[in-house]
């Protein structure tokens, strides 16, 4: 049986924070993503819509998706 191991994710602020761009960019690039890419959702007692957070393979996933996002549009990097 394979077991989860991830024992840490990064909130969006952080994310955007290592790898120098906004968060809203942060939050437009994964929309398509999977639990698989890396991508999950925490929620907290209090809390319907949930925190976007991201695994060490989400931040891979992320920088890839930067690359082609800055190759598509320059003007906007």
Known sequence: MQR?????????????????????????????????????WVYGANDDNGILAFTDEGIEELKLLLEEYHRVSPSKA
């Not at 994310?15 to 993503?33: D, K, M, R, T, Y």
């Open 4 to 40: 989860n191991k991830v024992h840490h994710v990064y909130t969006v602020e952080r994310v955007a924070w290592e790898l120098g761009v906004s968060e809203a960019l942060i939050h437009e690039l994964p929309l398509a993503a999977e639990p698989e890419d890396g991508v999950i």
